[in-house]
């Protein structure tokens, strides 16, 4: 299988960073490249966002990824997210179960190794179809945990490098 690397820069709109935990509500921020795929770690060649596709895909840019102070996690999509061709007619629309929000979810951050684990059946931090060492081709192939690679700065807030 091919493996995908994804890059997400996330804005952090509320953030309590107190003991390395990461607990408010995240947005990938909605700038170009803010969305990225590429054949390896550092090379996003395959696909960028550009910046005439930010007011396409503002129904995805308002998409919350919240993280509770007692380790529950949510996806939080509104009425509408970006839905792509593997889960139905591309574009805005309602979000495909089970990225919709609904399983219930927990996060976990290591602090030493820099990874957050998400666990829970169609959650994701970004991008939906990209997971560890592959692509979705149908919301009913949805992991049930996915790790991420993080790295905090203070231009973006959040890099997520999948591998």
């Not at 953030?15 to 607990?23: H, N």
């Not at 993280?67 to 591309?90: A, L, V």
Request: charged share 15%; glycine share 10%; net charge negative.
């Amino acid at each position: 299988m091919k493996k995908i690397y994804a890059l997400l820069f996330v804005t952090v709109i509320s953030f309590s960073f107190a003991s390395a935990q990461l607990e408010g509500i995240w947005q990938v921020a909605n700038q170009e490249a803010s969305l990225a795929v590429g054949p390896a770690k550092g090379d996003y060649s395959w696909w960028s966002i550009p910046a005439s596709d930010l007011t396409v895909r503002a129904c995805f840019f308002d998409d919350e990824f919240v993280f509770e102070p007692d380790s529950t996690f949510k996806n939080q999509m509104g009425t509408d997210t970006w839905i792509e061709p593997w889960q139905g007619p591309e574009g805005c629309g309602a979000p495909v179960a089970p990225h919709d929000g609904s399983n219930a979810a927990t996060w976990a951050y290591d602090d030493v190794a820099g990874i957050i684990t998400l666990t829970g059946v169609g959650v994701t931090l970004g991008l939906p179809k990209v997971y560890n060492g592959g692509e979705l081709s149908s919301p009913a192939n949805a992991p049930i945990a996915a790790t991420h690679p993080v790295v905090f700065n203070a231009t973006h807030g959040y890099n997520d490098s999948r591998n």
